[in-house]
């Protein structure tokens, strides 16, 4: 099936310094949301985007629905070693109850 | 409130046999919900969409003859791997769909199978 592709792959950052990583789609979405995911959990969700242009935040985070509605990104400000984990985008085309279409991942490590 | 549970969260079965995984939402009713697979450092892929009372809708690829998926009220649905094989072995995880109010799914915690 589909995937988005989300870049960085991994990276490895200091406690406090910001992240920043994004994800493109070779089509265009409607709804885009950014999930994070704990080893040996389900995914939860950090933001959703429905507007093309939108920029939303969530406490340090930051994520914009990019206006071509074929990309985004999500921003983290002053990370912190609970940052830890997976972090995963998903475009949705129509309705709220269709399907998700998942990014490939990018993996974050902080070291304090 | 909507809150997603999984069970068993791991199982452990022989080749051959057959494993049934249970999605629940336990505090609102599910219209829809999504089993999905992950392996290992890889992303989630979507393996079929239930409606409560019809026939689930599989992704190019999946064999429903081998993921049995039954969505029999609005608060269960299930997911049979059936004559599982090592290559099997993988995190299936749910999500659910359908909080009065809310247009996010909600995602379980996850069933780790292994296969051996």
């Known amino acids: 099936g589909q995937q988005l592709n989300q870049s960085p792959q991994s990276m490895f950052i200091q406690e406090g310094e910001d992240v920043s990583m994004n994800c493109t789609s070779s089509s265009i979405f409607n709804t885009w949301l950014w999930y994070k995911q704990d080893p040996g959990e389900g995914p939860v969700l950090l933001i959703a985007l429905y507007k093309a242009g939108e920029l939303t935040s969530n406490g340090r985070l930051t994520a914009q629905f990019g206006i071509t509605r074929k990309d985004s990104f999500l921003n983290i400000s002053a990370s912190i070693p609970s940052d830890v984990g997976i972090y995963f985008c998903?475009?949705?085309?129509?309705?709220?109850?269709?399907?998700?279409?998942f990014g490939t991942g990018t993996r974050l490590q902080v070291t304090l | 409130g909507a809150v997603v549970s999984q069970h068993p969260s791991r199982v452990i079965c022989k080749s051959g046999t057959s494993v049934k995984i249970e999605c629940r939402s336990l505090?609102?009713?599910?219209?829809?919900m999504f089993w999905y697979r992950q392996f290992p450092k890889k992303s989630l892929m979507l393996m079929a969409t239930?409606?409560?009372?019809?026939?689930?809708?599989?992704e190019q690829g999946v064999e429903k003859d081998k993921f049995l998926i039954n969505h029999a009220s609005l608060t269960l649905s299930t997911l049979t791997v059936t004559s599982a094989h090592p290559e099997d072995s993988s995190f299936y995880i749910c999500s659910a769909w359908g909080l009065a109010g809310s247009n996010e799914q909600f995602f379980g915690p996850g069933t780790r199978l292994t296969v051996l």
């Open positions: 998903a475009g949705q085309l129509t309705g709220t109850a269709s399907k998700l279409t």
């Open positions: 239930s409606n409560e009372g019809s026939k689930a809708t599989y």
């Open positions: 505090d609102f009713q599910a219209t829809t």
